[in-house]
């Protein structure tokens, strides 16, 4: 045995697969974006496609900052995102009025009426996925809020 393996034993690796939040959380992440992926398939939408669309689905049309604020995303991953939604018209990209640097996102009719045919399917997985949590799914994403906002 080398010295390097010595200065890194086995049980280190477990002590990070038991314990690390990250690789939960991360795991944890994936798992629940391929089971929205797949019910969502038939609408055409990803989860993220459905939960950007979803934040634009608000009484004045936000900025790129603020929506790439919500979701956690910087601006170019979040303007790449936009490309096939809007592509698909079901949002336009329009020059804000007050600040004529600034860009705002509005929602169509076509993409207002996509979001309320998946609603139902997006419910129904949610429900299906809070029994699987069992007493507390509320007070799990209310730590992960604590937790996004630390």
């Given amino acids: 045995m080398s010295t390097n393996?010595?200065?890194l034993p086995f049980n280190f690796t477990l002590e990070v697969?038991?314990?690390?939040?990250?690789?939960?959380?991360?795991?944890?992440?994936?798992s629940l974006a391929r089971r929205f992926d797949d019910v969502l398939r038939p609408f055409d939408l990803t989860n993220g496609q459905f939960s950007l669309l979803m934040s634009l689905n608000r009484p004045q049309p936000p900025t790129i900052g603020e929506i790439a604020q919500l979701l956690a995303m910087d601006r170019t991953t979040l303007t790449a995102n936009l490309k096939p939604l809007e592509r698909r018209?079901?949002?336009l990209i329009v020059v804000d009025?007050?600040?004529?640097?600034?860009?705002r996102l509005l929602i169509t009719d076509a993409g207002r009426k996509l979001?309320?045919?998946a609603i139902g399917v997006w419910r129904r997985t949610h429900d299906e996925i809070d029994a699987l949590l069992g007493a507390s799914p509320e007070q799990l994403r209310e730590e992960l809020e604590r937790l996004t906002e630390a």
Wanted: overall charge positive; glycine content about 4%; charged content about 45%.
């Fill in 5 to 7: 393996d010595e200065a």
């Fill in 17 to 30: 697969r038991d314990r690390c939040l990250c690789l939960h959380v991360q795991r944890a992440a994936r």
């Fill in 89 to 91: 018209k079901l949002l």
């Fill in 97 to 103: 009025e007050k600040d004529r640097r600034s860009r």
């Fill in 115 to 117: 979001l309320g045919a």
